[in-house]
């Protein structure tokens, strides 16, 4: 016998992650379709697992089992079919596509499927599955989703569902090891906080540090470490009036917490993205755009042909700072550890100084005669002879950074000898002020557009962050490291 | 590989929209930068493969080759054989699938092609809001409440 094939589709006023974010949750249909009674997932698994199975009862008495069989995050769709049911549908495939309508924020949602029926019940099925269950299904879903989203009524939005999320959660402190990818829920926004969908989050020294005990103040065992990430809005509790779920967002503050791909967190020190700034250059910039910005803009200011000395030249810091410095005059001279990174660096750096042995001194001295008027510097106490050897009197030095280990105690007078000044910045008290952080977000972003820099991004699974550190450690990576979700 | 893509809902069934979208000779019609346009060697305008040869309000001459063209799925494909814009391997879909909720038209229009990286912004602004958007509301003003 011939199968019926139908479809239904409608716009729902939400945007297409919003949508998404309950629709990719296979056991969510309890929530919002008013034909259901109660469902569950099988077997304990997650339901946005392919393959997972919901057991659920209808509110007339019915009862089905349906399968995932296929589920994009990418293209917003999902395919599901039957296993067992009291309605007589048979060979059942049924699809959920969701499209943007671009020209404002509306979502496109089409469901279609294919089954057969037992002889004479064509009709009657048919009219069950598109309105019964496709119709009814739009209406109770467009309820779910609290529209029509009034301005005013915003507050309330928040739909109270727990949403599936995995996080990296740092088991104890020690090496890459210590981090593992585990399931743990996103709790609905409460007062002043945004749920977000995350895409790609920024991996930073600090995190390494985090994880190893240098930093232990900023994160427990048991916690989940990053402060960098990329993300869309899905919903916002009461009190946050400058986001709507939808919103492209980005962030670089504690507290710990960006290794995942649901978050939860206050909406404070979210920054609005462009579009022209993609999800992962936002990833690769917010922390280290930012750490650039303040360096070169408001801790010192370059002067036309001044010779500076950048570290790690071909890392995710350095390269900015040095692409930055090179748009804004200064003469750059780039420290790399290998004469691969050292080929890279050439492309934005006067002079580039291959220091596997730690020794770049003697080398910045023959290029300079009397040293360089500004370090920007993460390696730290390892370099600290070099460094002072290197600076001209007068100089300035930023460190930014001890990726070659802890700095010991520094003496004023040693700093006499030369006249330094030594800059120890922390990035966060730069971007506490709300519109300082603002501005600076903001040449972060025009200089990416105008192509002053030109981020070169490492992608690594959100589950491989390990991996991810591992390689960061032992200097194997080169750019921005963006861990994608 | 750029990508651009635009999507609109009109205010029409499907099978209006398609009526006026479907006629690869029809742009000077409905689209508001068009001027005019013929289909080289006197194919019919439906015929996959042919060419129509078109200029654009401000001048410009552009010849676009149909690829595919289908009723059933109320899709067309094509690609610029020629051009001022500077693009290469663009290769646009303009696609309509019925709202069944409203009898009205879910319109997406997109197209892939290589550029200038200095000129992605600018191109991607033009086709996808000159090109597609304008497409669209000239199509909305044309077609709505009727």
Redesign the interface.
């Known amino acids: 016998m011939g199968l019926q094939r139908i ?5 729902i006023d939400a945007p297409i992650e919003r949508v998404w974010a309950v629709l990719r949750d296979f056991n969510s249909h309890a929530q919002w379709h008013p034909a259901i009674a109660d469902s569950r997932i099988e077997d304990g698994r997650r339901p946005d697992e392919v393959g997972c199975v919901r057991a659920f009862r209808l509110k007339d008495g019915g009862a089905l089992r349906e399968q995932l069989i296929l589920l994009s995050d990418r293209d917003h769709r999902l395919s599901y079919s039957i296993l067992d049911s009291t309605v007589p549908l048979q060979r059942y495939v049924a699809h959920v596509e969701l ?5 404002g924020r ?1 979502t ?1 949602f ?1 469901w279609h499927s294919t089954f057969g029926t037992p002889r004479g019940q064509e009709r009657e099925l048919a009219v069950l599955v598109a309105q019964g269950v496709y ?1 009814a299904g ?1 209406k109770g879903l467009k309820q779910h989703l609290g529209q029509p989203v009034a301005t005013s009524s915003r507050a309330a939005l928040p739909s109270g569902t727990v949403l599936p999320a995995q996080v990296i959660v740092l088991n104890g402190r020690g090496g890459p090891e210590q981090l593992k990818l585990v399931d743990r829920p996103a709790a609905p926004p409460g007062h002043g906080e945004v749920r977000l969908r995350q895409t790609a989050i920024g991996l930073n020294f600090i995190d390494v540090y985090v994880r190893n005990g240098q930093y232990a103040g900023l994160l427990e065992p048991g916690g989940v470490p990053g402060f960098e990430a990329a993300a869309t809005v899905l919903d916002i509790g009461p009190g946050v009036s400058h986001l709507l779920p939808g919103d492209r967002v980005a962030y670089a503050c504690p507290p710990a917490g960006a290794y995942a791909n649901v978050r939860t967190m206050s909406a404070e020190q979210l920054i609005a993205l462009p579009p ?1 700034v993609s999800d992962e250059q936002a990833a690769a910039l917010a922390l280290k755009g930012m750490t650039a910005e303040y360096c070169l803009h408001r801790l010192h200011r370059i002067e036309r042909d001044e010779p500076i000395l950048v570290h790690a030249a071909a890392g995710a810091l350095g390269m900015l700072v040095a692409q930055w410095a090179k748009a804004l005059g200064a003469f750059v001279i780039g420290t790399v550890g290998s004469e691969d990174k050292a080929r890279r660096a050439r492309a934005y750096c006067d002079r580039v100084i291959v220091a596997s042995d730690g020794r770049f001194a003697e080398a910045v001295l023959q290029i300079t005669r009397h040293g360089v008027r500004l370090i920007v510097d993460g390696l730290g106490e390892r370099a600290r002879e070099e460094n002072f050897a290197a600076l001209a009197p007068t100089g300035h030095w930023i460190s930014v950074g001890q990726a070659g280990g802890k700095w010991a105690p520094v003496e004023a007078e040693w700093l006499t000898r030369k006249s330094v000044t030594l800059s120890r910045p922390v990035i966060f008290h730069y971007t506490a002020d709300a519109a300082r952080r603002e501005a600076m977000a903001r040449r972060v972003f025009d200089a990416l ?1 105008d ?1 002053i820099l030109q981020p070169a991004v490492t992608r690594y699974a959100l589950g491989a962050a390990a991996q991810a550190h591992a390689d960061l450690e032992a200097r194997r990576t080169t750019g921005q490291v963006v861990l994608v979700a | 590989m750029i990508r651009v ?5 009109i205010d029409a069934p499907a099978d209006r929209v398609w009526e006026v979208v479907r006629d690869f000779n029809g742009l000077p019609d409905w689209h508001p930068l068009i001027a005019d346009s013929r289909i080289e060697g006197g194919l019919a305008a439906d015929r996959v493969g042919c060419i129509r040869n078109f200029r654009t309000r401000d001048g410009g001459l552009i010849r676009e080759q149909l690829l595919t063209l289908s009723d059933y799925d109320y899709e067309c494909t094509y690609a610029i054989l020629e051009s001022p814009m500077g693009v290469d391997n663009y290769v646009a879909t303009l696609k309509l ?6 009898n ?1 038209t ?1 319109a ?1 229009w997109s197209a892939e092609f290589d550029c200038d990286e ?1 000129r992605e ?1 600018e191109l991607s602004q033009v086709i ?1 809001q000159g090109v597609f ?1 304008g497409g ?1 509301d000239a199509l909305k003003r044309r077609l709505a409440g009727r």
């Open positions: 479809m239904r589709s409608t716009v499209k943007p309508v671009t020209d509306r496109f089409r119709e739009f022209h557009r192509g | 893509y635009s999507s609109s809902v699938t019925p709202i069944t909720d409203g009205r879910f997406e200095a912004r996808g958007q669209f």
